[in-house]
């Protein structure tokens, strides 16, 4: 199963440094039947672009909650066995899942970034995460316009580039 674990470009440069993401149980997101259900859809790709943009989410709430982390949301997508994905608890977003234990960052497929022009509009987003939690449309739309940057795909070879 194909997860995509959502982290900051710190928690990048810590993977980088062990060789390893989380030390488990730690959330990632990925298509689950809650996910099906939740899109709508049967078209894969689709699906994984919406774990992709739920990962992307969970990184800007990383990035609300680390005021020192530069403000690029960081999505680690890798390969784990199905067995290792764990539902994630009632009330999680859909396609949440927990995965077990530790996953070597050279088991991952790719990394994705926001690219330096994005970082005002994710920063802007970070500070308005808590009132758009509240019901705050306008504090949603501001979150919305970081989801309007595509995040950018990048070899792990890349990874020190990066983190440097």
Known sequence: MRVYVPLTLPGLAEAHRTGQLGDGPFPAHAVTPALREWYDSDDLEELEYAALSGAALASLRLLAADAGAPRRRVVVAVDVSDETALPAPDGSAPGEVRVAGAVRLAKAAAV?????????????????????????????????????????????????????
Request: charged share 25%; no cysteine.
């Open 112 to 164: 994705h970034v926001d690219a330096a022009d994005a970082e005002t509009d994710v920063a802007a987003a970070a500070r308005a995460l808590p009132a758009a939690d509240g019901g705050d449309d306008d504090a949603q739309d501001t979150v919305d316009g970081a989801g309007d940057h595509e995040l950018l795909w990048f070899a792990t070879q890349e990874i020190p580039h990066l983190i440097g």
